[in-house]
């Protein structure tokens, strides 16, 4: 598998319930991102989180991650149509430049 | 404070065109990565360059695809002779020298399509 590597591949949910997206990754890293691309469009930052942090929050999302299992969560809760989207970790690590390695996503559809 | 802005947003190429894609960074920035995402895929890191300067072009294709970013004007990647597996959505981000490395700025990406 690859760096960030998300789980699931896709996701179909109604609106008002949580959605649930994981990532895994191989090696060490000082952060990471979670974005969000709308169909056709560019990307959009969500939230970051450190090596050193094991959860964090920004609205209705909540991130977790756990360095010993290298893997990290992303939940939306009580979610819209509008967060239809494709939902994409990155993780930077290995360089002091921040250079990104990202996963392949995860396309969340949100049904009204 | 206008943000990241790549140019064109769609280009069109034959095979065996050259195509040019544009990334002028946010005002301060002087260090840019380029990133390609193909059809159903996620980003995938290219080159890393400051004003003048190749820091990381580990991600390059070996041949056709250079990298520069002057010291006045925007950032170019160009591709020569296009071939159809370089069609693909070619995005920049930029951050500013001495700010934390954390926080990339994403252009709204260059897609390419070659005929």
């Known amino acids: 598998s690859q760096q960030g590597e998300e789980d699931p591949q896709a996701l179909s949910i109604q609106e008002g319930e949580n959605a649930t997206m994981n990532c895994s990754y191989k090696?060490?890293?000082?952060?990471l991102q979670w974005y969000r691309q709308n169909s056709g469009r560019g990307l959009v930052h969500l939230i970051l989180?450190?090596?050193?942090?094991r959860e964090k929050h920004s609205g209705r999302l909540r991130v977790t991650l756990d360095t010993s299992k290298k893997s990290s969560s992303l939940l939306i809760t009580a979610s819209r149509a509008a967060d239809t989207a494709s939902y994409f970790c990155?993780?930077?690590?290995?360089?002091?430049?921040?250079?990104?390695?990202f996963g392949q996503g995860t396309i969340l559809t949100v049904h009204p | 404070n206008a943000g990241v802005m790549q140019n064109p947003r769609h280009l069109v190429r034959r095979r065996g065109q050259e195509a040019r894609l544009r990334c002028s960074p946010m005002k301060g920035h002087s260090h840019v990565y380029w990133y390609r995402q193909l059809p159903e895929e996620g980003l995938k890191f290219m080159v890393y360059?400051?004003?003048?300067?190749?820091?990381?072009e580990s991600g390059m294709p070996k041949e056709r695809f250079s990298a520069e970013f002057p010291k006045e004007g925007p950032s170019i990647l160009r591709i020569q002779q296009v071939v159809r597996g370089d069609s693909a959505a070619y995005f920049c981000a930029s951050f500013r020298t001495g700010e934390s490395t954390d926080t990339q700025y994403f252009g709204p990406g260059t897609r390419l399509t070659v005929l």
């Open positions: 990155a993780t930077a690590g290995g360089t002091s430049y921040g250079k990104l390695t």
């Open positions: 989180i450190r090596s050193n942090e």
């Open positions: 090696t060490s890293i000082n952060n």
């Open positions: 360059l400051q004003k003048e300067n190749i820091i990381d």
